[in-house]
């Protein structure tokens, strides 16, 4: 049975582009497509370890290892109290911000949509800035219980899954990938 007899006007149907044309997805952009779901997974991990490591450890305790001295000094067990609510309501909501851009990112790039891979570079470099240096400066690694030691080492394979989806989603094999698409979609 030919195309045109199951065209119900007998005709083929018109393709500006033919899509038989562009060849195989190149290895990088199935890579910058993949690697999101782990990326995503490492994030709500490390994002539920650092709650739980939030409502296990003694309020005095947390910010004494989190606040400067001078700032510790004049905090009431109240102040102390609300200061914990406000930081367990912003683990809850960055969490959750998170997740809802990870997904907008990864079905954006499962549709091989160009803004979806612009939005995610975008993320991932404001990700290796905070969490790098964060990372690099502020942790005291000498003195980790088991459970921060745990999310550091997961932060640390973050960062190094994050720099290595920068590098397939930026190759240019990528980028050609992602433009033959919008051209397509357009």
């Known amino acids: 049975m030919s195309e045109a007899s199951e065209n119900k006007y007998g005709t083929t149907p018109y393709s500006a582009v033919d899509r038989s ?3 195989e997805e190149p290895r990088s952009s199935k890579l910058t497509k993949t690697l ?3 990326l995503l997974a490492l994030n709500v991990l490390t994002t539920i370890l650092g709650f739980i490591h939030l409502q296990t450890v003694d309020t005095t305790e947390y910010y004494n290892q989190v606040l400067p001295p001078e700032q510790m000094q004049g ?18 909501g960055f969490g959750a911000l998170s997740v809802i851009l990870f997904l907008i990112v990864g079905l954006g790039l499962r549709a091989t949509k ?3 891979r612009f939005l995610g570079i975008v993320f991932a470099v404001l990700f290796i800035l905070s ?3 964060s990372l690099l400066f502020t942790v005291n690694y000498g003195e980790l219980a088991t459970i921060e030691l745990v999310t550091a080492v ?3 394979v973050a960062v190094l899954l994050t720099i290595w989806w920068i590098i397939q ?3 240019k094999q990528t980028a050609r990938w992602f433009g033959l698409h919008r051209r397509l979609q357009n």
Do not use: K, R, V
């Open 21 to 23: 044309t562009l060849g």
């Open 114 to 116: 160009t803004w979806a």
């Open 169 to 171: 989603a930026m190759n």
């Open 154 to 156: 997961l932060s640390w």
């Open 75 to 92: 905090m009431t067990p109240e102040l102390l109290d609300s200061m914990h609510t406000w930081t367990t309501m912003s683990f809850i």
């Open 36 to 38: 999101i779901w782990p």
């Open 131 to 133: 969490e790098g240096l």
